[in-house]
């Protein structure tokens, strides 16, 4: 496997490191660690600005200098990743735009979320928002407290096939650590325009099927050597039981959620169930994405 692992040098990139490498060594991936630099200038100065080939060349040294510094500290960064295989790449552009389109040579991006101030929750940082919003990879994105194992694993499951493709992917990336799996499905609190005894009838056949197929999948996780549990829930919205769920079980060390896409589109638009809970919630989630 090969991981992508942008660094900022800001507060979350040791703990995103200690992320990356404990996954990476449980895979034996590659790992390339990518620091941006933003471009010196901007915008074009307009012609009347009269900029010399002098200035020219002091923006262009200042540039390279910037790049040299973070080769240099993503050097000590490789040192901690010993004895994995690791590259440092010192990108010029917009950060997330970098990312994205460097992204498709990777199984998996790690993202990092940033804390503004001592009390407030932790909030996604605009280059990882983008960069979730638009990719067509899976991306990890490390919130709240850093996972120190893999113990407990929250994987939302709504029976559709973006929903079946996340749970292979969390299940191989996730076998070495062995978690415990609590599959959740969340039933929208919907009324049907229907007289009550029929809709009772076809509310409790249809919940039955979704048991049985739930099951299944259960019974194909121990089999797939994990112990698992399984619920069903009834909330305003997938989004809503989520979090519920996860205030009665404040031990679940990563969320993992399937997102679709429309194959047509160059970027393609993140799910308003995983747009919404990366904004919310305060657990590490692994976000991924299938087109259609």
Known sequence: MKF??????????????????????????????????????????????????????????????????????????????????????VEIGEPAEVVLEKEEAYDLVFMGSHKKGLVERILVGSTTEKV?????????????????????????????????????????????????IVLLHVEETIELPLVEGIRDVLSEKYREEKLKHIEKIKDWLRESGFTASAYILEDRSPADG????????????IVVLGSRGLSGLKRVLLGSTSSELLRSLEVSLIIHRSLE
């Open 4 to 89: 992508l692992a942008p660094v900022d040098f800001t507060e979350i990139t040791n703990p995103l490191i200690r992320v990356v490498k404990l996954f990476a060594q449980a895979h034996n991936a590659k790992v390339h660690l990518l620091h941006t630099v933003s471009p010196v200038l901007y915008l074009p100065y307009p012609e009347s600005f009269g900029m010399s080939t002098v200035d020219l060349e002091l923006l262009a040294e200042l540039q390279e200098r910037k790049k040299e510094e973070a080769k240099e500290r993503l050097k000590g960064l490789v040192e901690f990743l010993k004895p994995l295989e690791v590259e440092i790449l």
């Open 132 to 180: 979730v919003k638009y990719s067509k990879k899976p991306v990890f994105v490390l919130k709240g407290k850093e996972p120190e194992g893999i113990k407990k694993v929250l994987i939302g499951y709504d029976l559709s096939e973006h929903a079946k493709k996340a749970l292979e992917f969390a299940v191989n990336l996730l076998k070495p650590f062995s978690p415990h």
């Open 242 to 253: 989520i979090r519920n769920f996860l205030k009665e079980d404040p031990d679940i060390d």
